[in-house]
């Protein structure tokens, strides 16, 4: 059976377990639907007269069934009750919980649950982990040339601090993994403080952080300094204690891993300054900053080129490398197997890849295209990750001492030979892998 009818399966039963108003069922089938389309989320939603379920798969939310209002308390109790954790009779407050289960197509799932009263009831959020899903290996996210060669350095340092940018649904998680079991080696004592923890990975010594009870990250960063850390990963730096912390670590010989909450790697510099780092203490530490964000991958199976010569986009994309070094440019180039010819046709004559959604093969011998059976006219399949570096190269660790502001930085690294989220993504639309649109949907349009 393939992969699509088996979820055409579990959408019948679905629809069954509504008619029949059997809720056990209707969780049972609707976990198993969203875990074989790879959805991250499930959202199960009241409005005044009927109540909607939708997934998020490769970040885009979409209709799954609807359901009529008057089953929908026993819905959300069944799934209290069954948590263990929510209080049914509480509907007035938000409430969050972690279950553990197992789909009718025996895939182990974590889900982090939480509801929220809305005007019409309670609205549940389903966070879906997948624990029989391989995870992935650095090499396996979409980090190209210059930015592997940084990352791929950078890691392997004995001391000094690594960040990550961190938007929501960014892929972060699967990046700080990824890196994390690379240099995850005997030799090497990894102590780590998440919250949550998200994955369990072996040989790692993975602490929760309890902010409830007084186990912060900055509490956490000083027990690992006693513990005869190599590298030690706080999950994120959002106040002066634990920034602190990070750098004496660094300082005193330790690896850290972390991520801080802004957009891009330049945004980053900012922010630590506001958090009360001084510029010498900052170039003294942080190695590398890294940014990323998650693109929809152009459907192999629909695409076509043409021409968007003119459009405002394909000017944006030109205007991304203006001013870039041509040496680094061409050297990028080359590493992503991408021709001069085909990049002059690029910037020349605006030829990209686009979806159409239907296939030209004429299966059913009725003379008309049919709906592409691989992305069914979302013209998208699968995602690919986008990233940009900054090394904290000697020029940089000096501009940063004498105090230039992080868009004199940035603008410097630009010239001389970063990839930033914008280039990475347009030399992917190159590469025929994302489509304009996409680029602009994820990333900003920046101006040297
Ligand atoms: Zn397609």
């Not at 997948?130 to 190209?144: A, P, R």
């Not at 105090?403 to 992917?428: F, H, P, S």
Request: aromatic share 8%; hydrophobic share 40%.
């Amino acid at each position: 059976m393939t992969e699509n009818s088996v979820v055409a399966q579990f959408k019948d039963l679905l629809h069954q377990a509504i008619i029949n108003a059997d809720v056990v069922k209707i969780f049972d089938y609707l976990l198993t639907i969203a875990v074989e389309e790879d959805a991250s989320d499930i959202h199960i939603e009241p409005f005044e007269n009927y109540c909607r379920i939708r997934t998020r798969v490769d970040g885009i939310l979409s209709e799954l069934v609807q359901y009529p209002k008057n089953l929908h308390e026993s819905v959300i109790s069944k799934f209290k009750i069954e948590s263990g954790q929510m209080r049914p009779d509480e509907k007035r407050l938000p409430q969050d919980a972690r279950v553990s289960t197992v789909t009718q197509t025996n895939k182990e799932i974590d889900l982090r649950a939480s509801t929220l009263p809305t005007v019409w009831g309670e609205k549940l959020v389903m966070r879906i982990v997948d624990k029989s899903k391989k995870m992935q290996g650095l090499g396996d996210l979409g980090i190209e040339w210059i930015n592997k060669e940084i990352i791929y350095q950078k890691i392997n340092d004995p001391n000094g601090i690594i960040l990550n940018t961190w938007p929501t649904g960014s892929g972060k998680t699967s990046t700080l993994y990824a890196a994390l079991s690379r240099i995850n080696k005997v030799e090497f004592n990894i102590t780590t403080f998440e919250d949550p923890v998200e994955n369990k990975v072996q040989w790692l010594n993975q602490s929760q952080i309890r902010s409830d009870i007084n186990f912060t990250f900055a509490s956490g960063l000083r027990s690992a300094l006693r513990q005869d850390p190599d590298i030690i990963m706080v999950w994120e730096i959002r106040d002066h204690e634990t920034l602190e912390m990070a750098m004496e670590a660094a300082m005193t010989g330790h690896l850290v891993f972390s991520t801080v909450h802004t957009n891009s790697a330049a945004e980053t510099i900012t922010r630590i300054l506001n958090l009360g780092a001084q510029p010498y203490m900052m170039a003294g530490t942080i190695n590398m900053v890294m940014a990323q964000r998650l693109a929809r991958k152009i459907c192999p199976q629909c695409k076509s080129q043409k021409s968007v010569k003119w459009t405002s986009l394909h000017n944006y994309a030109v205007a991304a490398f203006k001013g870039m070094n041509m040496t680094s440019l061409q050297k990028e180039l080359e590493r992503r197997n991408i021709s001069i010819q085909r990049w002059n046709q690029f910037v020349n004559e605006g030829l990209v890849s686009y979806w159409t959604g239907h296939t030209h093969e004429d299966h059913q011998g009725d003379g008309d295209d049919h709906t592409c059976s691989l992305c069914k006219w979302s013209g998208y399949k699968g995602r690919l990750g986008v990233f940009e570096v900054m090394d904290y190269s000697d020029e940089i660790k000096n501009m940063l001492i004498q105090g230039k502001t992080a868009y004199e930085i940035e603008n410097v690294a630009l010239e001389q030979w970063m990839i930033n989220l914008e280039r990475d993504a347009i030399l992917k639309v190159v590469a025929d892998e994302l489509t304009l649109e996409e680029v602009y949907r994820v990333v900003k349009h920046k101006v040297l």
